[in-house]
């Protein structure tokens, strides 16, 4: 095939030669696949840029690649190594990513419309790694919840346990986020210790099969991490089996399709599904015209409306306005749409690019047709507007179409069809009651937001609605400076939604990325459970550390070495002595009267952090040790009142160990018991400290 082709993708200069391919990446190797496949065309200049195809490649060998090469290798590293990695990962294409956004352009988006998918991909990267190396442990098990007593005598207890998955992760994804949707999926994946095929949208295929060059360039990831399939996954889901896991982004219709194939019914395949969203916008009564909440509503639905040309899946589609002022609503935003310059998306005079393709832009139209059946165009819905620095008759140009439905609860046209692009339709309410319902109607979305400086309003609305939502946004003039927007998916929370959505999650910090690991409830004795997950357990051995264990550097620590103090009696000149020093004069310290009143008390009790206190002075060693600092205190419960007279004694057990890289410390869990002379417990409590390595211990002694 010869044909007129950017040679790098980042100009115009056409020459002609033989079509470039995009390349598939199997077993670590890029090839090409057979035939001349489908030409890819700029979304702006209408000028073909590459062909896809995937015709040919072998996908039993490529599942089993990720199985036997990609896994085993990850599965090598601890979550802490696996952060690591994805923080020099993310570092990596941090430096590069002008290179990215030069690319982007030819997807119609606007340098502002890339900053999302391709600095926002690469911030989520870094936001995976961190929580990697904060919340989970420096391990290759991560432990959830607490340990369950299972038994009268604490010999049999449960523990619920995650470990990766042994097979792969296949990643279908959406045209609209080539960057952003295939890293804030390969983020948890990787850090799970699982292996990814990802699976890029046809049109916009060339921007990620960039970036994943790139990323294998950098020789960061170990083999078999990472292949990619530019084209169809041909017979890739026959191959499936219960350790594997879909995680895909698109339309209802196809996730309903990949769903049902018989593979994935048959092994019980993991499938995470996040589609079409029929996203509301709830401005409260209270938000009328002049209002801070007014103005920052219409900032918010015209943004949401023309960033990514509105091929955003948690793009606001309905308007849900007070009747009173729906038609002020639609008089500033038909304002506001009027001031958008649409174009050439490398301009800097664009404030909208194109629609990501030809296709995309005739189905637009067809939905606009569709929705005007039950509502009035009030703004755009033509093709005769202007452009800066681009032709009309060659690019995906569509422009911002705003529609309004004065009857919305009659209507189930604007709350089933849903025109990907930059359209909204305005839909009045009567009462919250009324607003509530409208929202309900979508069935299902990924997020929503409520404008309105009321926050029993608020409270009234959210939870109305948030049985429907997979994300809520309160705004208001106290929050609207520092908010990330309506729509925008952030790597610390959930991103999916119920119904319509697809009833998935993705992202959510630690959540992420236990999806893509099975949960396992282990049973046992104290003592294997605590081997299993490297967590000391109560009723598990207490070993004789041969001396004080803060005597000892992190590698010399064993879990299980535990110290236990001899008695302080606690008097009632301590209770005096406290109370005086700190100021905490509560009545049950300092009353005998009062005191017996409470069912809590016997009489005068020690205050709780006396008992704190005195157990420090009766496990603290206080020479010069590997023990650097305690930085906090975990779980602290009191469990039984300190009367006066009573004595104290303290177990101190070393719980968790956790490396921190080449910090020259490690953080030690200890496990604190504190008893009266009855044996009863007082207290309980973990103490955390930072430990000296031996090497750093060695170059300060």
């Known amino acids: ?146 340990v369950e007593a299972l038994s009268r005598n604490g010999t049999f207890v449960g523990q619920h346990i995650y470990t990766p998955k042994l097979g792969a992760a296949i990643h279908i994804n959406a045209f609209n986020f080539p960057c952003w949707g295939m890293l804030e999926k390969l983020a948890p994946t990787l850090l799970a210790g699982v292996p990814a095929i990802i699976k890029p949208a046809s049109s916009t295929a060339y921007l990620a099969e960039r970036m994943v060059r790139r990323i294998i360039d950098s020789g960061i990831l170990p083999p078999g991490s990472v292949q990619l399939i530019c084209g169809n996954i041909g017979n890739l889901f026959e191959h499936l089996d219960c350790q594997d896991s879909i995680a895909f982004t698109g339309s209802k219709a196809t996730a309903e ?6 593979r994935v019914l048959s092994e019980s395949v993991a499938f995470t599904a996040e589609t079409d969203s029929l996203n509301m916008s709830i401005l409260g009564p209270d938000a009328i015209p002049g209002t801070p909440e007014f103005d920052l509503y219409i900032q918010e639905v015209t943004r949401e409306m023309t960033v990514k040309a509105g091929q955003k899946c948690t793009a606001i589609r309905r308007i849900i306005a007070p009747a009173s002022i729906a038609s002020d609503v639609v008089r500033a935003l038909c304002t506001a749409l009027g001031r958008i310059r649409i174009g050439n998306p490398a301009s800097k005079d664009v404030d909208m690019g194109a629609l990501a393709s030809l296709g995309q832009r005739d189905e637009v139209r067809d939905r606009i047709r569709t929705l005007a059946r039950d509502a009035r165009i009030v703004f755009g819905g033509d093709d005769d507007f202007e452009l800066v620095d681009a032709d009309v008759r060659k690019g995906a140009f569509f422009m911002p179409t705003l529609l309004h439905c004065e009857k919305p609860l009659r209507s189930k046209i604007v709350h089933a069809v849903e025109a990907f692009g930059p359209v909204s339709t305005v839909l009045p309410y009567d ?7 409208l929202a309900r109607l979508g069935a299902g979305s990924l997020a929503g937001s409520i404008v309105t400086n009321d926050n029993r309003v608020a409270r009234e609305l959210v939870l109305g609605t948030a049985a429907y939502h997979g994300r809520m946004l309160v705004i208001n003039r106290h929050c609207a400076a520092e908010s990330t927007g309506h729509g925008s998916p952030l790597a610390h929370l959930v991103h999916g939604g119920p119904g319509r959505a697809g009833g998935g999650e993705e992202m959510g910090g630690v959540r992420g990325i236990l999806h893509y690991m099975q949960r396992t409830a282990i049973q046992g004795s104290p003592e294997t459970l605590s081997v299993i997950g490297h967590r000391w357990i109560r009723g598990a051995d207490e070993k004789d550390p041969g001396m004080h264990p803060f005597r000892k550097t992190f590698e010399q620590l064993e879990l299980g070495d535990t110290f236990k103090s001899g008695p302080r009696q606690v008097t009632l000149e301590d209770i005096n002595h406290f109370a005086e020093f700190t100021g905490d004069k509560f009545y049950a310290h300092m009353n005998e009267e009062q005191a017996a009143k409470n069912p809590f008390f ?74 009266n002379q009855n044996g009863a417990v007082v207290a309980q409590y973990d103490v955390l400290t930072m430990v000296a390595t031996g090497a750093h211990w060695q170059s300060v002694n």
């Not at 009462?431 to 319902?437: F, H, L, N, R």
Request: overall charge negative; hydrophobic content about 40%; aromatic content about 10%.
């Open 1 to 146: 095939m010869t044909v007129y082709c950017d040679t790098d993708f980042f100009n115009f200069n056409f020459i002609v030669f033989h079509m470039k391919k995009l390349g598939n990446l199997v077993a670590d190797r890029w090839i090409d696949g057979d035939g001349d496949g489908t030409v890819l065309l700029s979304a702006v200049s209408g000028q073909p840029l590459a062909a896809i195809t995937s015709a040919g490649i072998d996908f039993q060998y490529v599942l089993q690649h990720a199985k036997s090469v990609g896994g085993p290798n990850l599965r090598q590293l601890t979550f802490h190594q696996r952060g690591d990695m994805l923080k020099a990962l993310a570092s990596y294409l941090n430096d590069i990513k002008q290179e990215f956004y030069a690319l982007s352009t030819q997807t119609g988006a606007t340098r502002k419309d890339s900053w999302p998918d391709i600095d926002g991909g690469i911030s989520t990267m870094f936001v995976f790694s961190s929580k990697a190396r904060r919340e989970m442990p420096n391990d290759h098990v991560y432990l959830d919840g607490n």
């Open 431 to 437: 009462s919250i009651d009324e607003a509530i319902e």
């Open 602 to 675: 016997e009489g005068r009790v020690a205050h709780g952090y006396l008992i704190v206190s005195f157990a420090a002075g009766l496990f603290v060693d206080p020479d010069f040790g590997p023990v650097l600092a305690n930085y906090g205190v975990d779980n602290l419960r009191f469990l039984t009142p300190v009367n006066v007279d009573d004595s104290l004694r303290v177990r101190l057990s070393c719980k968790q160990k956790t490396l921190r890289g080449d910090s020259g410390y490690g953080e030690v869990r200890w496990d604190t018991e504190v008893t």
């Open 257 to 262: 399709m990949l769903q049902q194939h018989p």
